[in-house]
């Protein structure tokens, strides 16, 4: 399958945590990568593979996977991690085609 | 540090085609694959393909093929997309990321690490 589902919005109050969650049966074979896009921003990288952060991007964000669906965590949401969040992986069917969430408006209150 | 240059804003009739360039720098432009993603107004990413600067495959979302077509040119570390036949729904902004792949945790993972500043394709008579 080349779908990934996301839930479209997702709230938390300021400094809780907040899980955002990505459903698809490519993520059985490969890890999710994650994005975080601010209005009028490019996509910004937040996580990939396993649990991995590139260079800048706070500890609070993690990720995790299980079966089908990967998550992405924020322990302790800023005011500034109110964005759109979108999952990325490829398809797992063999034609190696990259598949996008249709992506989660997270609101920190 | 890795920057991913655009060109700029392209207004298009219904029919036209469209080329949009991303010019690489700060890295070995070979070394990694460029992955093209388009946003229309008010909704979400959309993959549209992948080419590899190393050998010039490519790999084209389903909906798109044959009407797309990505290049690149290793003299001057470029990428481009070509878009043929717009319509209205093609109005997007279209982004370049540099596309590569994690297998380190047990699974892989495909990601894209560095983004161009986008390029606003509008498609209107």
């Known amino acids: 399958s080349s779908e990934l589902t996301q839930d479209p919005a997702v709230s938390v109050a300021l400094g809780q945590t907040v899980r955002i969650t990505c459903q698809g049966d490519?993520?059985?074979?490969?890890?999710a990568s994650w994005y975080q896009q601010k209005p009028g921003q490019a996509p910004v990288l937040v996580i990939y593979?396993?649990?991995n952060r590139p260079s800048g991007i706070p500890d609070r964000f993690s990720g995790s996977s299980s079966g089908n669906t990967a998550s992405l965590t924020i322990t302790g949401a800023q005011a500034e991690d109110e964005a759109d969040y979108y999952c990325?992986?490829?398809?797992?069917?063999?034609?190696?085609?990259?598949?996008f969430g249709g992506g989660t408006k997270l609101t920190v209150l | 540090q890795v920057q991913l240059v655009q060109s700029g804003a392209e207004v298009k009739k219904p029919g036209a085609s469209v080329k949009v360039s991303c010019k690489a720098s700060?890295?070995?432009?070979?070394?990694?694959?460029i992955s093209w993603v388009r946003q229309a107004p008010g909704q979400g990413l959309e993959w549209m393909g992948w080419?590899?600067?190393?050998?010039?495959?490519?790999n084209y979302a389903q909906k798109l093929q044959g009407r797309v077509t990505m290049t690149t040119d290793t003299s001057t570390s470029t990428a481009y997309m070509e878009l043929r036949s717009l319509r209205s729904d093609d109005t997007a902004v279209y982004y370049c990321?540099?596309?590569?792949?994690?297998?380190?945790?047990?699974?892989?993972?495909?990601?894209?690490?560095?983004w161009g500043q986008g390029t606003l394709v509008t498609v209107s008579s």
């Open positions: 990321a540099r596309a590569l792949m994690d297998c380190s945790g047990g699974s892989c993972s495909w990601y894209f690490d560095y």
């Open positions: 700060g890295y070995t432009f070979t070394s990694y694959g």
């Open positions: 080419i590899s600067a190393y050998n010039g495959n490519t």
């Open positions: 490519s993520l059985r074979s490969y890890y």
């Open positions: 593979g396993k649990n």
């Open positions: 990325n992986s490829r398809d797992s069917s063999g034609n190696h085609r990259g598949v």
